[in-house]
């Protein structure tokens, strides 16, 4: 994997495990997350994932650093890929129950997103933990590099919703 593949993968790990919706979680990751052919980071969507390669680019890492951010994303693969299947096959237990030609049981549904819930919850706290070690990994200039790069692409993302307008509202 390249230097900028694994720090991609992390980062959009990292923030989009917070805006996953059920059809986002339930697309197939693409190759450069998890070596297998796919879309890229479509399967994550547009939320602040889709920011975090750039963001990380932005710190510059040394070679030094992205040797251990690399070594640090293959460590936690597996457990992304685990956490990731889990996720899917929560949502699928989802569709499932609510999709099926019989009567809807609210409790099995009830228990099937909490499921999801749960699966979320531990993708989150993985991803935050790995975030927490990167993070160790840069030195104070290149956390500033990356929170002013953030902040530049909040502005940005602002500025484009008030051309465009907001997504999530209906068009007029």
């Known amino acids: 994997m390249s230097k900028c593949g694994g720090v991609a993968f992390l980062l959009t ?23 297998r052919p796919g879309a890229g980071y479509e399967g994550f969507g547009h939320g602040p994932g889709r920011m975090l390669p750039m963001l990380l680019r932005s710190a510059e890492l040394n070679p030094e650093q992205s040797a251990k951010v690399k070594d640090l994303v293959d460590s936690r693969r597996p457990a992304f890929e685990k956490l990731f299947d889990k996720l899917r096959r929560a949502h699928e237990g989802v569709a499932d129950l609510i999709f099926s030609s019989g009567e809807l049981d609210a409790t099995a549904l ?34 500033a590099k990356v929170a002013e790069a953030k902040d530049r692409l909040q502005r940005l993302r602002l500025e484009m919703r008030d051309i465009m307008g907001d997504p999530a509202s209906p068009p007029h």
Do not use: C, N
Not at 110 to 133: F, N, S, W, Y
């Open 110 to 143: 009830d228990a099937q997103v909490d499921e999801v819930g749960a699966a979320r919850t531990a993708l989150m706290r993985e991803g935050i933990k790995t975030a927490v070690e990167v993070r160790t990994l840069l030195s104070p200039e290149q956390r």
């Open 13 to 35: 790990v990292l923030f989009s495990v917070a805006v996953l919706a059920v059809g986002e979680a339930t697309a197939e990751p693409g190759s450069s997350h998890f070596g």
